[in-house]
Nanobody, 115 residues
Framework: QVQLVESGGGLAQAGGSLRLSCEAS????????MGWYRQAPGKQRELVAK???????IYVESVKGRFTISRGYAKNTVYLQMNNLKPEDTAVYYC?????????WGLGTQVTVSS
């Protein structure tokens, strides 16, 4: 089992920045993908960005040029730098880890962007 712990959510004004962090409870030696999903009220959970352990990032179109995903040196951490935030970025953000065919999820961290 792997636990994921997120931090860094909060309140920001439109145009502002926040940085999310996620750490897995143990090191992960296999090929894996870590990323961020978000779910706004009344909407389905959607991918925001993900990155393989080899370092290939994928972004949803709506955040390209504004958000940057990165992996920590120990490879069991993932970060999401969110710049130029918009009110439509308001959601609960969930950290995700895929490894050996299994998905793991964090409990989520709230991001609220005011206009």
């Amino acid at each position: 089992q792997v636990q994921l712990v997120e931090s860094g959510g909060g309140l920001a004004q439109a145009g502002g920045s926040l940085r999310l962090s996620c750490e897995a409870s143990r090191s992960i030696d296999s090929l894996n993908v870590m990323g961020w999903y978000r779910q706004a009220p009344g909407k389905q959970r959607e991918l925001v960005a993900k990155m393989t352990s080899g370092g290939s990032p994928i972004y949803v179109e709506s955040v390209k040029g504004r958000f940057t995903i990165s992996r920590g040196y120990a490879k069991n951490t993932v970060y999401l730098q969110m710049n130029n935030l918009k009110p439509e970025d308001t959601a609960v953000y969930y950290c995700n880890l895929w490894v050996r065919g299994s998905d793991y999820w964090g409990l989520g961290t709230q991001v609220t962007v005011s206009s």
